[in-house]
């Protein structure tokens, strides 16, 4: 799934792809992506506007329009590509069309989800983005509020890390390696953390996310920006996936928490 660094990775492809530049038609090939509206409302109401800025809340794309905001979740195989071409792929469900090209979101899956509101409509305080935490990376996210949210948590930290709502961006791969750097065991209870725990986790979300924003995401599996444009962070991945401590040199062990595949070290990382 992508998560926050490739979320962005693809927020800064699409500008440079469709800043400015104005939907002629729009076609609708799989009807359950569109959410909130009829399918014939969002064809007419697109048409004819331009994309005048696109942002991003956690995992979320945000298309700013002329009239109205378009909010987009990849979810586990989203993807846009632009083509010149009209020869539609069998994964190609929704195609915005402009005037010597045309963007299409390819989902494998079908999984992901477009919403369209108008511009009067404060959209933070619309389902989705409503229920979206600060971006782990952020200063909302502030060990003072993480403090406050986490003292009230009887859960795994790796569960709460991967709760969108507390806090966004975190991924599966993205929380092993926080807790790696913060050196605290994925099943230690949320609210047996300490002020020194919670700092750790802070920094470390903000590093490992920033850096792997640096690099353009993690490409794991189906991870792609554009035609040809795939993350490196995987290479600077230190437990997701490995074999061996680079620390301590123990054997990296793999569990599941919350049914999520999960690696550590056990010599380096202590439960609370």
Partial sequence: MPELPEVETVRNSLKEIILNKRIKDVVVRYDKIIENVSVDDFINKLKGQKIVDIKRKGKYLIFVLNDYYLVSHLRMEGKFFDYTDFDYGKHDHIIFIFDDFNLRYNDTRKFG????????????????????????????????????????????????????????????????????????????????????DIKNIKEAATIVLNKAITMGGTTIKSFAASHNHTGLFQNELLVHTKETCPICKSKIEKIRVGGRGTYFCSNCQKIK
């Fill in 113 to 196: 989800r477009m919403d369209l509101f108008d511009k009067s409509v404060d959209i933070y305080k619309c389902k989705p983005l409503v229920s979206v935490g600060p971006d782990a990376n952020c200063d909302e996210a502030s060990v003072e509020y993480l403090e406050s949210k986490f003292k009230k948590i009887n859960k795994p930290i790796k569960e709460t890390l991967l709760d969108q709502s507390i806090m966004s961006g975190l991924g599966n791969i993205y929380v092993d390696e926080v807790l790696f750097m913060a050196h605290l065991h994925p099943e230690s209870k949320t609210c047996n953390l300490d002020l020194d």
